[in-house]
């Protein structure tokens, strides 16, 4: 008895983004040996992924070291590997470190919080010209795409391939693709006005194609339309019930909702911003336990989040199914927050079973350029100027650290009255080196 008094319980969560982060947060005073494990060392930003892709936020501003996240978190370890399976009986999950060696991990309470990676729709042979944002090392490509492609076209002496270096495509009409498109229209028209002698930034095409009706469309009507307006006001080219047939390095291949037509459309920088997927961790979980999978690979689970008939494992985040809950960040947070609590409570021996998980909605929010967004909170909606001011106050309290918040401001000012951008440096590719060499794994996942 005295020995199980003293021996921790031991809890292993399955990825250090927002749920990951915030199960571990729940569980710092608790009586438990924490082992997060992530195939990344850093906590990372995803909503400003875009704003690294597009040269305002520096990497180490939407990055922070998981160790020195969790540093005051005494009964916390974090370990650098990816989880690859689950063996529920024996309570054990499988590790590979990166140099490909196994890593064991016994645990006594499982949260996983594995996140999503990018989905091709079973078309992965598009991820070779079309990069998805999902990581930083995606979002570091994506700058590099985005700003060679002005250097190319300054020196093209072919003036249709010229026009195919200043075409931009975005598959994708969710906040993601808004995001970049609004931005790479602000980068031509003003952070590269008059820096080049042999074309006209300005001219650049920016074209963004959405399969339905709407862009921003879980925003509701009224914001759908204000963001459509916004975007065509900036110059983006936007086409409607469109689905992408085929993705090539000089171009893009769509056709209308019927399929009665198709269009290409020449461009060298593609990128994708629709849709995701589980990681295969998760199908090792469903596989393992019994548990149910949406289309997606989502994990069906109960509504204190734990598997059925699996008690000790908890689904957190975007990699979990229930009550048709949304990707968002705020959701991670949330789910993450009450699978930890509930784990310290099972640990601190209450007999009460806990709530079912209640989902508060905090609201959506999408840039889209300088003083110009759309916020959606409940009845709420805001645009403009004041939407763009709540999505200020928004990202600034759930940056993590004071660093990244004072970094984070720092440079919004410098963009926001210069219009310049401080970190449009990039490093060039070896033409001769194999995919994954010159623009690192597309089909990596994410936490959340």
């Not at 195919?164 to 995001?179: C, D, K, N, S």
């Not at 401080?422 to 994954?436: K, L, Q, V």
Request: hydrophobic share 40%.
């Amino acid at each position: 008895m005295l020995e199980d008094h003293v021996t921790p319980r031991r809890v292993v969560i399955i990825g250090g983004g927002f749920a990951g982060l915030f199960a571990a947060r729940a569980l710092r005073h608790a009586p438990a040996a924490v082992t997060v494990v992530d195939r990344r060392a850093h906590h990372l930003f995803q909503p400003l992924l875009y704003q690294c892709a597009s040269g305002i936020l520096s990497e180490g501003q939407i990055a922070q070291p998981l160790r020195s996240v969790l540093r005051r978190h005494q009964n916390v370890s974090c370990l650098l590997a990816e989880a690859t399976d689950v063996d529920p009986d024996a309570k054990v999950v499988h590790a590979q470190r990166p140099d490909g060696g196994a890593l064991t991990l016994p645990y006594d309470d499982l949260i996983v919080a594995a996140g999503m990676r990018q989905s091709y729709f079973g078309h992965d042979e598009f991820a070779e010209h079309a990069p998805g944002m999902k990581t930083l090392d995606d979002a570091l490509d994506i700058r590099r795409r985005i700003y060679r492609a002005f250097e190319m076209a300054e020196t093209a002496t072919d003036p249709e391939e010229r026009r195919q270096w200043l075409t931009f495509a975005l598959v994708g009409g969710g906040p993601t693709g808004v995001e970049l498109a609004g931005q790479i229209r602000e980068i031509a028209g003003l952070t590269l006005d008059r820096q080049f002698r042999s074309i006209d930034s300005a001219q650049a095409r920016v074209l963004l194609f959405e399969g339905s009706d709407a862009v921003l469309g879980a925003f509701g009507p009224r914001l759908a339309a204000r963001a459509t307006r916004t975007l065509q006001d900036l110059g983006v080219e936007i086409h409607l019930g469109t689905m992408v047939t085929d993705v090539e390095a000089d171009g893009l291949t769509v056709k209308d909702r019927n399929g009665s037509s198709s269009t290409r459309f020449p461009a060298r920088t593609v990128l994708w911003t629709a849709g995701v997927e589980a990681p295969p961790i998760a199908t090792a979980l469903a596989r393992a336990t019994g548990a149910a999978q949406d289309r997606a690979g989502r994990i069906a689970v109960q509504p204190d989040l734990t598997l059925a008939g699996h008690p000790d494992i908890r689904v957190t985040g975007d990699m979990m199914s229930l009550d048709r809950l949304p990707g968002l960040a705020e959701v991670a947070m949330q789910t993450g927050a009450y699978a930890g609590r509930a784990v310290r409570h099972s640990i601190e021996g209450r007999k009460r079973q806990p709530k079912p998980f209640k989902y508060i909605d905090l609201g959506s929010a999408a840039y889209i350029c300088r003083g110009r967004a759309v916020v959606k909170v409940g009845r709420v909606h805001l645009s403009g100027r004041t939407g763009w001011l709540a999505w200020l106050l928004i990202h600034l309290a759930f940056l993590t650290g004071f660093r990244s918040r004072f970094g984070a401001v720092l440079s919004w000012a410098i963009v926001f009255a210069l219009g310049s951008r401080r970190e449009r440096a990039f490093t060039m590719t070896d033409p001769s080196a194999p995919p994954d060499a010159r623009t690192g794994p597309r089909a990596s996942s994410t936490s959340s």
